[in-house]
């Protein structure tokens, strides 16, 4: 097995990171997305609740 140094390991995954495309922001819309869409459904859904009093 061939000893990589440790610069030139770091270099090879900064590079293969750069080409992975847009990964990290379509986790960060979708996580967005959603979150906003739980808070608008309970939003919307509070004001069906039915009071007893």
Not at 36 to 52: H, I
Request: proline fraction near 4%.
């Amino acid at each position: 097995m061939e000893h990589t140094p440790a610069a030139a390991w770091l270099a090879e995954a900064t590079s293969a990171a750069q080409h992975q495309g847009p990964g990290n922001l379509l986790r960060v819309v979708l996580i967005v997305m959603m979150a906003g869409c739980a808070l608008t459904g309970w939003f919307l859904l509070r004001g069906y609740k039915q009071k007893d009093d």
